[in-house]
């Protein structure tokens, strides 16, 4: 068996597994949240031991606003997976939109800190200097 195969209720190729969320994303570009919804929540069925389509689900909810949905989800991601920079840095990111900033910003420091260098970092320190200029979480 491949190192490419993710573990879920059937192995899933790593390459489809990513085509399948990216066709999650391309109904949300579209406008089309309910599709969006049932690929996203497919795929975490498919990979109940990944944390990747909870993000989606939880950027889709903050897409639309449902910002404390949005931390739900993102909350679930890392409850799947305690390591992961990416739901870490949501959370923070969702915390802001709820006006939580304290709690916000400490988020975003962890998702730095879970991994310097890391996209998820970059995203994290983006947020937390728009914050600092007003532009997030006032």
Do not use: C, T
């Not at 992961?84 to 923070?92: E, F, M, N, P």
């Not at 990111?93 to 890391?118: F, H, N, R, S």
């Amino acid at each position: 068996m491949s190192d490419e195969m993710l573990k879920g209720l059937i192995d899933v190729p790593q390459p489809e597994a990513a085509l399948l969320l990216e066709a999650g994303y391309l109904y949300m570009e579209m406008g089309k949240p309910r599709e969006a919804e049932e690929v996203f929540a497919g795929v975490a069925a498919l990979l109940p031991h990944s944390e990747v389509p909870h993000v989606a689900l939880g950027n889709l909810e903050f897409s639309q606003g449902h910002f404390q949905r949005a931390l739900k989800h993102h909350q679930e991601a890392l409850k799947l997976r305690p390591d992961s920079a990416l739901a870490q840095a949501h959370i923070g990111e969702a915390l802001l939109w709820l006006k939580k900033v304290d709690d916000g910003v400490k988020a975003l420091q962890k998702a730095i800190e879970m991994e310097p260098g890391g996209a998820p970092a970059a995203f994290a320190q983006a947020l937390l200097e728009a914050h600092g200029q007003g532009a997030v979480g006032r």
